[in-house]
C-alpha cells in the first residue's frame, strides 16, 4: 500500500526545476500561445486559490499532440507536483482553443524505428501512472478535442469534466495499434468492459453528452464564450477540495486506489491502514476543536 509522507523537503535540483516550469497564466483568461514557448507551463494559484496548481498543455501548431519536447517537459512537470507537499489539487487544461490534446504526434512517430516508437509509448504509459498515482486530487478540464493519448491523459486523472462540445475517443484501432499509455485498461475501470470494448473498438470519437452518460465525465458544462468552461468547472471542484483536511483527502485517494485493485476485506484492511495514519495528526484534532467551536478549521497538513 502506497505510503502518505506529509514532510517532505523540495531538493534544490526541484526548487530549480519547477522555478523554471512557472510561468504566469490567467486563471480566467486563455494564455496567447505566443507568450510563451514552453510546451507545459505550471501556474501556481495564490489568493484563496493557494493549493491549486495548474498544469497547461501550450503546443498549438500540433494541437498538443504528444511529441518528445512536450513528453519531457510533462514528465518533468508532474515531478516538481509530486515532490511539493503544498500543492493540494491538480488542474490539467489546455492553453489552445478548442484543443485538450489530440494524441500521439503521428508525424513524429512515423520517423521512429520499432525500438525507439516503443520506448516512447513505454515512457508516456509510465507518465500516466504517475499522474495516476499524484498523492493530490487530479481534474482534468476538456475543453475540447481529447483524442487517444489525450484521453488517456483524463483517464489518468480523478476526475474528468468537459464541455458539450467536447470530443473524445480511444481511436487508436483506426491506425491499426491499440492505445498504449493505459486506455485498455483504465477505461474498463471507468465504464465497465463491454462497453470498452465497444469503444475502443469501434474508436468511436463521443461528445460530453454522450461521454456523462457513460460516466466517463464527473461533469458536463456548455461552452461559455471565453472557451475555458470545462477548466471553470473543474476550478470550482477544487475550490470544493481546498478547505478540507488535505492529509485526509490524500489517504482518502489511497485508499480508494488501492481497495479497487483487490477484493472487499482486503479494501476493508486497506481502509482501516489508512485510517490508522491520521488518528495522530494535528489536522484531527483541528477538525474536531473547530466543529465544537462553530468556526471554520484551519488546516496544516500535519
Not at 56 to 76: D, H, K, W
Amino acid at each position: 500500500m502506497a505510503t502518505v509522507v506529509t514532510n517532505i523537503r523540495l531538493t534544490p535540483m526541484f526548487r530549480s526545476v519547477c522555478a523554471t516550469a512557472i510561468r504566469a497564466l490567467s486563471t480566467n483568461a486563455m494564455l496567447n500561445p505566443k507568450d510563451d514557448t514552453k510546451e507545459v507551463i505550471l501556474k501556481y494559484l495564490d489568493g484563496k486559490d493557494n493549493g491549486i496548481v495548474v498544469l497547461g498543455l501550450n503546443r498549438p501548431a500540433s494541437r498538443n499532440a504528444f511529441g518528445r519536447t512536450l513528453v519531457n517537459q510533462l514528465s518533468e512537470a508532474v515531478s516538481c507536483i509530486k515532490e511539493d507537499t503544498k500543492l493540494r489539487v491538480l488542474i490539467i487544461r489546455s492553453l489552445v482553443p478548442k484543443i485538450f490534446c489530440a494524441g500521439a504526434d503521428l508525424r513524429e512517430r512515423l520517423k521512429m524505428d520499432n525500438s525507439e516508437a516503443s520506448k516512447f509509448v513505454s515512457s508516456l504509459q509510465n507518465i500516466m501512472n504517475n499522474i495516476e498515482s499524484l498523492p493530490t486530487p487530479v481534474i482534468s478540464a476538456i475543453d475540447g478535442i481529447a483524442l487517444g493519448g489525450g484521453l488517456e491523459l483524463a483517464l489518468a486523472s480523478d476526475i474528468r469534466v468537459a464541455t458539450l462540445e467536447a470530443k473524445m475517443g480511444l481511436v487508436e484501432t483506426k491506425l491499426a495499434i491499440i492505445p498504449g499509455a493505459g486506455g485498455t485498461q483504465r477505461l474498463p475501470r471507468i465504464v465497465g468492459p463491454a462497453k470498452a470494448k465497444e469503444l475502443i473498438y469501434t474508436a468511436r470519437v463521443l461528445d460530453g453528452k454522450d461521454a456523462m452518460k457513460i460516466g466517463l465525465l464527473n461533469e458536463v458544462v456548455p461552452q461559455n464564450k471565453d472557451g475555458d468552461a470545462a477548466y471553470q468547472a473543474a476550478l470550482s471542484i477544487a475550490r470544493e477540495i481546498l478547505p478540507n483536511g488535505p492529509i485526509g483527502v490524500k489517504v482518502a485517494k489511497v485508499a480508494i486506489s488501492n481497495g479497487l485493485e483487490v477484493p472487499i476485506a482486503d479494501g476493508l484492511e486497506i481502509e482501516r491502514q489508512c485510517y490508522s495514519q491520521i488518528v495522530d495528526t494535528k489536522d484531527r484534532i483541528e477538525g474536531l476543536t473547530a466543529f465544537v467551536s462553530k468556526r471554520v478549521p484551519v488546516y496544516q497538513g500535519m
